[in-house]
């Protein structure tokens, strides 16, 4: 079994930062893309931005330029640096990672339980 915590959110005023973390624990072979989506309130959940286990990144356009993505694969833990926060980025933040238990198995989505954050106006 793999679990997902993520850590970082809170409440921030808009243009600050916040930087979310996601590890990841259990039986684990080997991570490919790990992700960050987001839920805003009322609405559908999000990609964020996408780090492959090569080091390629991609950002949705809302965050390009604030948002950073990043990887530790020796820790199995994802980072979302989030720069110059405006209102509109206030959701839920979900990690996502797709895992493999063994050499065997194919890579499966596992997903954290959120952090949410809030940036004021």
């Known amino acids: 079994q793999v679990q997902l915590v993520e850590s970082g959110g809170g409440l921030v005023q808009a243009g600050g930062s916040l930087r979310l973390s996601c590890a990841a624990s259990g039986s684990i072979f080997s991570i490919n893309e790990m992700s960050w989506y987001r839920q805003p309130p009322g609405k559908q959940r999000e990609l964020v931005a996408v780090?492959?286990?090569?080091?390629?990144?991609h950002y949705d356009d809302s965050v390009k330029g604030r948002f950073t993505i990043s990887r530790d694969n020796a820790k199995n833990t994802v980072y979302l640096q989030m720069n110059s926060l405006k209102p509109e980025d206030t959701a839920v933040y979900y990690c996502?990672?797709?895992?493999?238990?063994?050499?065997?198995?194919?890579?499966?989505?596992?997903w954290g339980k959120g952090t949410l954050v809030t940036v004021s106006s």
């Open positions: 780090v492959t286990s090569g080091g390629r990144t």
């Open positions: 996502n990672q797709e895992v493999a238990t063994t050499g065997w198995d194919k890579h499966i989505d596992y």
